[in-house]
């Protein structure tokens, strides 16, 4: 039997995967523990739900900042510090819950930081990514980054309510912290060579040389999706696409009111969710061989609408399972293209910047459309909402499908 070498477990793309898949279970036993916390220190569904929208927000302003700061400098070292941070609020998040008398202040301020630092490691990612993947693997590097995160998100969700049980409040988010310094010492062997003292594997000169100005940078990054026609439509299509984020917080009412179910049915749910997700992502390097990026962007986003649409006219559970399975399997796919094109699509100089604002403008209307989706499945019917958000999948994926710019995307490599 091969025997695997120490050189190999330390590859760069193992290093990358398994700090994000390590420090995604941290975020999921993180959030949980907050929102749990919150509603049962306030019984309010609004105090939790302002957790939700501080996070979106602190992302929707924060984000163009944070990509070009990761343009400015060597990214996997920006993830290093990233990580290393976000252990040390967690650490004094905890001596600031246990020591100060204002814990509501203590709560909502540790989430703002926290995601405030979290805001860099998207693009920083991304930038590593594309400097220690070839062009035509990206794809399939980050189906399996979806992929390792599912399982994350599993373990997670697991383990979260027995960490709070035995460890407490305090306990659970300290052992966030630890999968955060775990990740930061994984991506502290992460290696980029070089071609010469100025230049990394891409040929690009790297930024933490470049003096310039941040409002400079972050209008040369706006500027570099305006004249880029395709990710242009492409930031514009998410846009678009994210109005159906208003059925984000209503699963749970989705399985009570039409399924008939508890809190049990809900989390089966999300488990054949999740494993529609990993397998989605471990699919991708199939998936692109039968179908260009162009056009398999859009089949994967309208056979995900109308999976969704057809979610909320069936109250048969074990159906509901199966749909929600499939629906999560081609979002994914649509989600691993779009995330793949915007690394290929853009030199390494930028890529940080335009990651930033790619998820400022794609995310802006998320806080809106998730309101909205409360407001309107108070007043009318929660599968109405879900017929309206998967009818809008299909009707945005089938205006821009026809696009020709879009339909020549036909591969990854150039």
Known sequence: MKKLSLNKILDNRNLLISSIGVSSIGDTVFNITIMWFIYQETQSAISTSIIGVLWHLTSIFISPFA???????????????????????????????????????????????????????????????????????????????????????????????LLIGILGFAGSILFDSITFFIASLLISHLKIKRLDKDQNITGFVETNQYKGNYKKDLIDGIKFILRHRTMGKLVLLVLLINISSLVGPLYIILVNEQFKGGPTEYGILQIFGALGSIIGGLSIKYFNKLISPGKGLFVSWIIAGILMAFLSVTSLMIVGYIIFFFYCFFLVLGNIIFSSLKIVLVEDKYRGRIEGVTYSLSSILIPLSTLLGGILAEYTNVSIVFTFSGLWIVFVGIIFFFDKELKQLKHFKN
């Not at 070009?68 to 993830?79: A, G, I, K, S």
């Not at 693009?123 to 794809?139: D, F, M, S, W, Y």
């Open 67 to 161: 990509g070009t700061f990761v343009d400015r400098h060597t990214p996997n070292r920006v993830l290093l510090w990233s990580y290393f941070a976000s252990g040390l609020i967690c650490i004094l998040f905890v001596l600031g819950y246990i020591i100060l008398e204002y814990r509501d202040f203590v709560i909502y301020s540790s989430v703002f930081l926290l995601n405030s630092i979290n805001t860099f490691i998207m693009p920083a990612k991304n930038r590593t990514l594309g400097k220690i993947v070839q062009k035509e693997k990206i794809p399939q590097v980050n189906g399996l980054i979806v992929s390792v995160n599912q399982i994350s998100d599993i373990i997670g969700n697991s383990i979260s309510g």
